[in-house]
């Protein structure tokens, strides 16, 4: 029997990851990370579960 640990994409993802994921979606500035952009990810990944 041959078991993979590869997530399929019918399973649910961990909502840190998204939120990372997202994040790689976000202009960087030279101060830091666009602000708007990095509320918005922690919103939309990690407010219903940790907020």
């Not at 399929?8 to 101060?31: A, G, M, R, V």
């Not at 602000?35 to 922690?42: A, L, R, Y």
């Amino acid at each position: 029997m041959n078991y993979s640990k590869e997530v399929s994409k019918t399973d649910k993802s961990n909502p840190i990851d998204e939120y990372f994921q997202c994040l790689s979606y976000c202009d960087i500035h030279p101060k830091g990370i666009d602000n708007e952009c990095e509320v918005i990810c922690m919103e939309r990944h990690l407010k219903a579960n940790y907020w």
